[in-house]
């Protein structure tokens, strides 16, 4: 049965779709600090925009802005809340990306006493490609949550070095393995505070008021 979760800005970057309650514990395990090279695949600073095509509708697009600073986290105009420390690209509740950047390589967030969000590098140092363009070097995670003894809520995240998430695929997946997808964000531009650029990407904003 298909199931619909809404297309929400803040499902691309805290992944709050593929957990229906809120997190209590994000794994801390022992392992090789590696922030600094997972930083390069989500530059953090005021200014930086990207811009998403929803769904493969061409006139169906949304801009995410970093706008401030708080609390230790990057905000931005949806909400979400990012952060990099020592283990790897995180928002309040969860790690999004975490070394060391290997295929293979897993985490896991605790949800609630029944619910487990698992992650795990699918690739990296692979192509991906979106309307942007096409990346080289780019990791690839994909993150598991079961909803139930039937269904289980797959994430695909593609993070390109020096640009961000390119590619996000979320789908319902069924206990025989057959999945139907829900939503799909493909990155068409981006403009980052220093100047950098690529794509094309939607008007700014006009300033309120």
Not at 55 to 70: C, P, R, S
Not at 144 to 166: E, K, Q
């Amino acid at each position: 049965m298909k199931r619909s979760f809404g297309v929400a800005v803040a499902a691309l970057l805290s992944v709050a779709v593929l957990g229906s309650g809120c997190a209590k514990k994000v794994e801390a395990a022992p392992r090789a600090q590696s922030g600094d090279n997972v930083a390069q695949f989500y530059p953090l600073a005021v200014g930086n925009r990207w811009t998403y095509r929803l769904n493969g509708i061409a006139n169906k697009q949304v801009t995410v802005e970093i706008l401030g600073q708080e609390e230790g986290y990057f905000v931005d105009n949806q909400k979400g809340r990012l952060a990099v420390d020592a283990y790897g690209l995180r928002d309040d509740k969860r790690y999004l990306l975490r070394g060391p950047l290997e295929e293979g390589h897993t985490w896991t967030n605790v949800v609630s006493v029944s619910s487990t969000e698992r992650y795990r590098i699918l690739g990296a140092g692979v192509t991906c490609q979106a309307p942007a363009g096409t990346f080289q070097g780019c990791v690839q995670v994909e993150g598991r949550n079961r909803m139930d003894a039937n269904t289980t809520l797959v994430n695909t995240m593609s993070f390109a070095p020096g640009v961000g998430i390119v590619r996000l695929e979320i789908a319902v997946e069924a206990k025989d393995g057959q999945r139907t997808p829900q939503v799909l964000m493909e990155l068409t531009g981006w403009h980052f505070a220093d100047g950098q650029s690529g794509g094309r990407m939607a008007p700014a904003p006009a300033p309120a008021g």
